[in-house]
């Protein structure tokens, strides 16, 4: 069954926690890739995190790095090539490196990856560069899959905010602003969220009375708060490796404070725990 356009899916508060899957469900196959995707979908995921760059010749395609030797082997910088040169790479698995072997994926353009998700899959887009925001706007006109997909970027002061406010209406998508909310900016940074007018906000927090603050005043208001919680890069006190031990003093405490979209590198349990805390919460 289609999907529900992700502003009707974000306006509906009758879900309680949404996992996001970190460059989709990678720990079988290649980050990044569409079999990614395919494995989030299996695990439970409504919802996948993919990272864009672009190649010389203005391709959008699926990669983190700004080059292709960790996932792929190849040591090249591939905004730097054509997208024929690059394209059909061989994927390492998992997260690559020296020790990885190859999979049976390859590097997606970005079309690809659209298309694969189109009906199945909300997508999280890791925009790596703002000069890349109309040729992504394109490809999702091209795909029909704006309706799917959020766009990412930081909102540090007052030039983010007047560049995003100068371009959210021309991507045909939603614009999700990153935010480092702190108790000295907390209430300068909510005003900057309501010119925007975000239905989706992904923050970083100092402590936890930031989060109570922040998911407080985001829900009186109809928003929702996307935190990672990611090892590498948490938003919060709460890590995926705790959370494994302990999911409901981690992942729990955030959904119970009101928290209800968790990226992790860990989706299979995150979506298992999310069956157990639906159940507990009636």
Not at 54 to 67: A, K, M, Q, R, Y
Not at 232 to 247: I, N
Request: charged content about 25%; proline content about 4%; overall charge negative.
């Amino acid at each position: 069954m289609s999907l529900p356009p992700l502003k009707e899916f974000l306006a509906d508060k009758s879900w309680t926690g949404c996992a996001i899957a970190h460059r989709g469900a990678w720990h079988d196959t290649a980050e990044n890739s569409l079999r990614a995707v395919d494995d989030a979908l299996a695990v439970g995921c409504q919802y996948v995190e993919i990272d864009v760059q672009e190649t010389i010749d203005g391709v959008p395609f699926c990669l983190h790095d700004i080059s292709l030797l960790r996932t792929t082997a190849r040591a090249v910088n591939a905004a730097a090539h054509q997208w024929p040169q690059i394209a059909e790479t061989p994927l390492l698995m998992g997260l690559g490196g020296a020790h990885a072997g190859q999979s049976d994926q390859t590097l997606p353009s970005l079309d690809a990856m659209l298309d694969h998700c189109k009906g199945r899959a909300y997508v999280d887009l890791d925009v790596k560069r703002p000069h890349q925001l109309p040729r992504i706007a394109e490809a999702l006109r091209r795909t029909d899959s704006g309706s799917q997909v959020n766009l990412k970027m930081w909102v540090h002061g007052r030039a983010d905010l007047d560049f995003a406010l100068s371009i959210q209406d021309t991507l045909g998508t939603i614009l999700k602003p990153i935010v480092l909310i702190d108790r000295s900016n907390i209430d300068h940074m909510l005003e900057v969220i309501r010119k925007l007018d975000a239905p989706v906000v992904e923050a970083n927090f100092d402590c936890w009375d930031s989060v109570l603050r922040l998911s407080d005043a985001a829900w009186s208001e109809g928003r929702d708060i996307f935190v990672n919680t990611l090892d590498e890069a948490r938003s919060t006190f709460v890590m995926d490796s705790g959370a494994l031990c302990d999911p409901r003093g981690t992942w729990g405490a955030l959904l119970d404070a009101g928290v209800r979209m968790l990226q992790t590198d860990e989706p299979d349990a995150l979506c298992s725990y999310l069956k157990i805390h639906r159940k507990a919460n009636g």
